[in-house]
T-cell receptor
C-alpha cells in the first residue's frame, strides 16, 4: 500500500541552525501538507502546497519556514533559524486532487532543538 | 474561529466494550469530519471521514455527525486490545488544499 515517507526520523539541532525535513508523498497525490505536534498538544496545520505554490498557511508558518518541491518526488520543510519552541514532531501529509479531506500522514520527524 | 474540543481521557474499557468518543466544534462552516488513530510516536492514520451530517459505518466503527449540535462521535463496537491508541477528530472546510483542524485526541486503553 502506498505511504508517505519522511526522513530523518529524528533530528537534533542547536538553536539558530537551519534544518531541512524531507518527505516523499504518495506518488499520485497532488496536495502536500506539513503539520506539527508539540509533545502533549494538538496536531497543528502549518502549510499546504499545490502546483508549486502555497495554498494555505497558518500563523505558525512565519518567515522562518519555507517549503519546496525540489523534484518530482520530494517535498521539504526548511526552518531557517531554529528556536527551542520549534521542538516537535513534524508530519508530512498528502492528498489526491478533489479529496482534500483524505489526507495521509507520514510517520513524522522528531525535531529536538537544544 | 477554528476550535475543536475533545476530551483527552484517558478512557479505559474492557475488551468487548462499546466505546464512544466525541468532539465538539464551534465553526458551522466545517463540512468534512474525520477520525484518525495515532499510536505513540507515529503519524495519524485515517480511519473514517463523513461529509456533512449523518452516519457512516465501517466494520466495527461508526461515525456520526450532528451539525445542528456541532457534535461528532466515533463508536467502536467489540473493542479489542489492538484498538488501544489515541483517537483524533479532525475537521475541514470544503476546499481543496485546506487545513485539517484537529482535536487534542482521546487516549483509549482496551484491556484483555
Amino acid at each position: 500500500e502506498p505511504e508517505v515517507t519522511q526522513t530523518p526520523s529524528h533530528q537534533v539541532t542547536q538553536m539558530g541552525q537551519e534544518v531541512i525535513l524531507r518527505c516523499v508523498p504518495i506518488s499520485n497525490h497532488l496536495y502536500f501538507y506539513w503539520y506539527r505536534q508539540i509533545l502533549g498538544q494538538k496536531v497543528e496545520f502549518l502549510v499546504s502546497f499545490y502546483n508549486n505554490e502555497i495554498s494555505e498557511k497558518s500563523e505558525i508558518f512565519d518567515d522562518q519556514f519555507s517549503v519546496e518541491r525540489p523534484d518530482g518526488s520530494n517535498f521539504t520543510l526548511k526552518i531557517r533559524s531554529t528556536k527551542l519552541e520549534d521542538s516537535a514532531m513534524y508530519f508530512c501529509a498528502s492528498s489526491e486532487f478533489g479529496v482534500p479531506y483524505e489526507q495521509y500522514f507520514g510517520p513524522g520527524t522528531r525535531l529536538t532543538v537544544t | 474561529q477554528k476550535e475543536v474540543e475533545q476530551d483527552p481521557g484517558p478512557l479505559s474499557v474492557p475488551e468487548g466494550a462499546i466505546v464512544s468518543l466525541n468532539c465538539t466544534y464551534s465553526n458551522s462552516a466545517f463540512q468534512y469530519f474525520m477520525w484518525y488513530r495515532q499510536y505513540s510516536r507515529k503519524g495519524p492514520e485515517l480511519l473514517m471521514y463523513t461529509y456533512s451530517s449523518g452516519n457512516k459505518e465501517d466494520g466495527r466503527f461508526t461515525a456520526q455527525v450532528d451539525k445542528s449540535s456541532k457534535y461528532i462521535s466515533l463508536f467502536i463496537r467489540d473493542s479489542q486490545p489492538s484498538d488501544s491508541a489515541t483517537y483524533l477528530c479532525a475537521m475541514s472546510f470544503d476546499q481543496a488544499g485546506t487545513a485539517l483542524i484537529f482535536g487534542k485526541g482521546t487516549t483509549l486503553s482496551v484491556s484483555s
